[in-house]
Structures are given as structure tokens and as C-alpha cells.
């Protein structure tokens, strides 16, 4: 059964409306996710061409459409080059929104095994940050609620040891052999440390060095909440999902690492990159004018 609808000349199934649906629905997961990107202009100059093609193709204007039928057809493959990184975040995107990309939900079909809560005690890495940032002592801390992340710690050292205050704080400490990258923290264990997070390819503002940088990285790659202690300044950072809340109180982390790790969904009450710097401008532009 296939309803049509007439509008005008036009005739519309429900098919027809479902799949402009869901192709909307696609562009526009491409734009978000491309948006910032130089990527977005290359896709936006495929997509006229495209649109020019489609228009071409109507008009039986065969020539023209020979040609662009060409181009397009090299430009697929050019496309898979060019975008590349695109496309492994956007697979990567749609594995971890996915319900199995959860470790536990694998564990409970393969093995009839109990799902386990992931909440802990996060008193150890308050803690830690507490007295790491009192210090000036950067650091960076990826917490996961369903993923022991091996590839990631694996590019680091495995500790798998109970999280404790005084552990965290051994990590980090600028002479310590371990304090350079980041710690993996998995179900109430420092998994590894010393780990190479992958690093934002976004524009992010200048104040944002590499520390920053591989935090927001990570966050746009897996469902993890990063927490980022400044060297600089002292100042504690969050990010999650490409998104990152700056200058937090202890309060806001504790709140935030809780929420993450009983499974609220705190996307929404993270800044996109682009928000915090207008926010910024503005702020410091009010400040200039008082
Ligand atoms: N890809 C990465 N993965 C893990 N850790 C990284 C990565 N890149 C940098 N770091 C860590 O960040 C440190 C450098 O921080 P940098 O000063 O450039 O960043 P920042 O964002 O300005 O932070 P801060 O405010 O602490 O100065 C490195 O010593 C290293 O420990």
C-alpha cells in the first residue's frame, strides 16, 4: 500500500516523504558534523555540483551531463580520499550511539552475565584534581562508563590498579615518568596511563593547547567524559562529545561525573566550541566597555 498525495501536478507517496525525510535527516548529520571543518566547503562544492547534475540530467541536456556524470563519478572516490577522517567519526558516531557498541551489553548477551553499574566512588580523582590543580600540575583524566578503551590504553602503559587519590597525584607529577598523556579510567580502575588521545582537528580558540585539544579529540571519538586540569591555570575543564565546559567548580565536576556515570545524558548542557568563543567575545567585549 502506497498513499498519494497530489500537490498541484506533483504527486507524493509516503515513500517519497519518509525518504526525503531521512535524507534531510543525513545531510544534516554531515553538516554537523563537518561544520568548523574545511571539509564542509569541499562537501558543499560536491553537493552544488551534484544539485547542478540532478538539474542537468531533468533537462536532458546531454552533454553537460555526460560530463558532470564523469566528474561524479571520480569524485565518489576522490570523496572516500578527501574525507577519510570524515568518515571513520562518522562510523565511529554511529557505533557508539549504538546499543551493542556498549561492552556490557555484549558481555550480557554472549555470557548471560549481569550488567554491571559503572557508577564508582569518584571521590579519588576530585580529589586528585583538587589538590593537582592548587598545584599547577596539568592533567588529563578520560573517564568511560562502557568501554575499557584497549586501543586507547593500549597506546600508553596498562596499571590496571583501584583509582586512589594519592595514585592520581603520583601520575602526574611533573617528575614522574608517567605524567605525560592521559589516564584511562574504566569501572572504579586507572586502566592505563600515559595515553595518546587522538587530537581535535577542529578550530578551537588559540587559548587551547594540545592538552585541550586531545581532550576535545577524544570526546568527538567515544561516549567519554575527559576531564582536563590546566596547567597554566589551575582551571578544570570538562569535554564531552566534541563539547567542553571550562572553569568549573568541584561541585559542577562531581555533579557532572556522576550524572555521566549513572547514564544521564549531559550532551545538551555542554558548549559547542563555536558558543564558548562568541560567549567569550562578548564577554570580554562587555568587560571593555564597562
Ligand atoms: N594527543 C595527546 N594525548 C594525550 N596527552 C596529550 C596529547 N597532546 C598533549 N598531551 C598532554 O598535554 C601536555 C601539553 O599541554 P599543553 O600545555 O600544550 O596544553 P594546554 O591545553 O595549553 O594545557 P595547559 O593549560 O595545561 O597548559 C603534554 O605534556 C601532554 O601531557
Redesign the pocket.
Known amino acids: 500500500m502506497n498513499l498519494l498525495f497530489k500537490i498541484g501536478f506533483l504527486e507524493i507517496s509516503i515513500v517519497n516523504i519518509i525518504d526525503i525525510t531521512l535524507v534531510s535527516l543525513l545531510l544534516y548529520q554531515v553538516y554537523k558534523l563537518l561544520r568548523g571543518s574545511v571539509a564542509i566547503k569541499i562537501f558543499l562544492g560536491f553537493l552544488s555540483i551534484y544539485l547542478v547534475y540532478l538539474m542537468v540530467s531533468a533537462f536532458r541536456m546531454e552533454l553537460l551531463s555526460i560530463i558532470l556524470g564523469q566528474f561524479m563519478g571520480v569524485g565518489v572516490i576522490a570523496a572516500i580520499i578527501i574525507f577519510a577522517p570524515e568518515i571513520r567519526k562518522f562510523l565511529l558516531i554511529i557505533g557508539r550511539s549504538s546499543i551493542l557498541s556498549n561492552e556490557n551489553v555484549w558481555q550480557e548477551l554472549l555470557f548471560w552475565r549481569k550488567r554491571e553499574t559503572q557508577a564508582f566512588n569518584i571521590n579519588p580523582i576530585l580529589e586528585a584534581s583538587k589538590s593537582l590543580s592548587g598545584t599547577n600540575m ?1 592533567a ?1 583524566m578520560v573517564i568511560s562508563r562502557n568501554s575499557e578503551l584497549k586501543f586507547y590504553a593500549e597506546s600508553g602503559d596498562i596499571i590496571d590498579a583501584i583509582i586512589s587519590k594519592r595514585l592520581l597525584i603520583s601520575i602526574f607529577n611533573k617528575y614522574s615518568p608517567l ?4 589516564v584511562i579510567i574504566y569501572n572504579g580502575k586507572v586502566k592505563a596511563a600515559r ?5 581535535t582537528e577542529r578550530d578551537v580558540p588559540a ?9 576535545i ?2 570526546s568527538e571519538a567515544t561516549d567519554t567524559l575527559i576531564l ?6 589551575g ?1 578544570i575543564s570538562l569535554a564531552k562529545n566534541g563539547k567542553i565546559l571550562h572553569n568549573l567548580s568541584f561541585q559542577e565536576v562531581r555533579e557532572f561525573i556522576n550524572d555521566y556515570l549513572t547514564g544521564v545524558d549531559i550532551d545538551e548542557k555542554f558548549e559547542p566550541i563555536t558558543i564558548y568563543e562568541r560567549n567569550r567575545y562578548r564577554g570580554s567585549r562587555s568587560a571593555s566597555t564597562s
Open positions: 596539568g588529563l605524567h605525560d598523556g592521559a595515553c595518546i588521545l587522538p587530537v587559548q587551547f593547547g594540545l592538552r585541550h585539544r586531545a581532550a579529540g577524544m582536563i586540569v590546566s596547567e597554566e591555570t582551571q
